[in-house]
C-alpha cells in the first residue's frame, strides 16, 4: 500500500455520539426516538453535542470538518484524541479502538498519532520558539540532539528559522501560528489536527497560511483534520469536506460535490455566498468529444466525421489520444481537392488548451475568434473532451440560481 | 422557666486533645524541637560569625542584583541604622526565625496547594481550614506551643509557621489554577502525562503567583516573630516586649523601626524576584 493509495483508511469514525450532561443515557434514549437536539435539551437538560456521526479519514488527506459555531465541529475534533470523552461510538485507528483505551495506551496514542493546532495558537509563553516546537518530543522524552534537530526542521518547514530563540509574545499572530503548526510538524505523529487554526488571523495572513498548509501538506502527506467556519477556507483547502449542523454530518464530498449538488437547504444556504466561477473547475462543463481525427486519416475520411457530426473543426491525435492540434473544415476540403494523403500537414497549434483543474472563470477568457471549442488535457496531453462557450455559460448560470 | 442549657465543653475538649498529644507525641515534637533549635543555632551564629560590614555589603549586592541600585543603597543605609541603634544582633534573631519559618512553611505549602489546585474534593476541604487559621488571632497558636515545644525560639517557629502558611497555599493554588485552559489542553493533546504538565507547565506558568504568596507569607511570619517575643523568642521582638514592660517608648520605638527596615527590605527583594527581568533576543 503506497501512501497516495486513496482507499487506505486512516481513521474510521462510527455511531460517534457526545452527551454533555450527567444523563447521557436518557438523551440518546431520546434521540433514538428520533427526537432531535433542543427537544432533547428542553426534557432532559442534556445537550446533544454530537449525534451518531460515521466517517472515514483517509491516508494522506486534507479532510475539512465545516459548520457553523455550535455545530459540534470542536467537540468532534476533540473526541478524536479524547481531550472530551465520547459517550459512546467506535474511533479506529490504525487498528485501536480510542475510546476503549486506558489512561495510559491513551497517552501513547496521543504521542503517536495526533499533534494539534489550535485556534488560539496555545503557546507556552515561558518558552522559547524553539522549547515550544520542541514541546511535543520533549514529552515523549526523545533526547534533546535530536528533538534540537526536528524543531529546528519544521521551524525551517514553516519559514521561521532565526527566529529559535524568540519568545512567542514578540511574534505577531500569524508567525505565533507558524510556530503551533512548526509544534505539531515536528512531533511527527501520523495525524494533523487543526482546530480553526487560521480563524484568529487577518484575512491576508490566512490566505497565505491556507496556501502553505496546502504546499505543506501536499509535500509531506501528512493526513489532516482541519476544522473551519468558514466555507471559503473549506473549499480552498480540503480535499473532502464534512459539513456538521447541530451535531450531525449533513453531507459530505469534495467541494465541488457540494457546491454544485448540496443535499439539502441548510448545504444550499452555506454555498450562496460562494463565487462560483471561481470554484467550478472545467471538469464541470467537460463534454466528451464527439468525433476526433488522427494523423494518418485522409482528407476525405476526416471530412466525413466532421460532417456526420456536424463539426467545422475537428482535434487531432495521436495513436494514444494524444493531442496533436486541430484542423478546420476549409483546410481539409481545400486539402482534398488537391488530392493529398494525410491531414497532418493541416495541423495548426493555436487553439485554446487547459487542465482538469482550470477554473471557469479563466476558461471563459480562454475562447478567442476562431471559436474553437477548448481542449482539455490530462498531464500526458491526452485530450479528455472538449469545453464549449455554452457549457460555460450553462454551468455559470446554474451555479448563479443557488 | 429557664431551661438550663449546659455549656458545650469546647474549650475542655481541646485541652484534653492538647494533652494528649503533649503526653503522647512527646518523642516527636521533642524530635522536632532538637531539629530545629539546632537550626537556629546554626543559622544564628552564621550570621552572627560575618562581620556587620560584610552581611551589610552582601544584603546591599542583593539588593542591587535583583532589584536595583537604589534599593541596594536603601539596604546600607537602614541597617547601618539598626546597627547604630545597637539593635544588629536581635535583628539577626529575627531574620533567623523569619527564614526557617518561611522555609517550613513554604515546604509544606507547595504540595497541599498543588494538590488543592488538582483536586477540587481537597480544595473544599482545605479552604475552610485555611480561613481558620487567618483568622484565628494569632496570639492563641502561642498558647499550644509552649506544652509542644516549651518556652522559646522553636515555639515561635510553630507558631509562626501556622500563621503565615495559609497565603503560600492559597497563592499556589491560585497560580496552577490560573494557568490558562487552552495551554493544558496543547499539553494534553501532546499526550503529556500530569507530572510533566504540572513541572514544565503549571508550575512555570505560576511561578510569579506562587511568590507573591512566599512574599505574603514572609510579612506574617515577620509579624508573627515579633508577637513571638511574649513566649520567649529572641530578637527584636523582646526588645519591644521590654520596652513596654520597663515603659520605655523610646526604645519601643527604635526596635520597632529596625522591624519596619527588615520587612521593607525582605518585601522589596521578593517582589523583585517576582518579576523576572524580561528576557531579550
Redesign the interface.
Known sequence: MTETDETNIKIQVRGLSKVFGSQPKKALELRNQGKKRPEILEKTGQTLGLSNIDFDVREGELLVIMGLSGSGKSTLIRCLNRLIEPTEGDIVIDGQNIPKLSEKELLECRRRHFSMVFQNFALFPHKTVQENAEYGLEVRGVEKASRVESARNSLKQVGLDGWEDAYPSQLSGGMQQRVGLARALANDATVMLMDEAFSALDPLIRKDMQQELIELQHRMKKTTIFITHDLDEAISIGDRIILLKDGEVVQSGTPEEILTRPADDYVARFVEGVDMSRILTANSALRPVRATARDSDGPRTVLRKMSDNGLDSIYVVGRDRTLMGIVSVDDVDAAAKAGKDTVSELIQNDFPKAGPDEPMNNLFAMFNDKSYPIAIVDDNQRLLGVVVKGAVLEQLAEAGEH | MAIDIPRIPLGGGIEDGLNFLTSHYSVVTRGISRVTQSGITVLNEGLMWLPEWALMAIIALICWRVANLRLGIGAVLGLALIWNLGLWDPMIETLTLVVIATVVAVVIAMPVGVLAAMSDRFYSVIMPVLDFMQTMPAFVYLIPAIPFFGIGSVSAIFATVIFSMPPAIRFTTLGIRQV?K??I?????????RS?KLI??QF??SLSTVMAGINQTIMLALSMVVIAAMIGADGLGSEVWRAIQRLRPGDGFEAGIAVVILAMLLDRITQALRKPKK?T?
Request: glycine content about 6%; proline content about 11%; cysteine-free.
Open positions: 490558562p487552552d495551554l489542553e496543547a499539553a494534553d493533546a501532546f499526550g503529556a502525562t510533566q514544565k507547565i512555570p506558568l528576557k533576543s
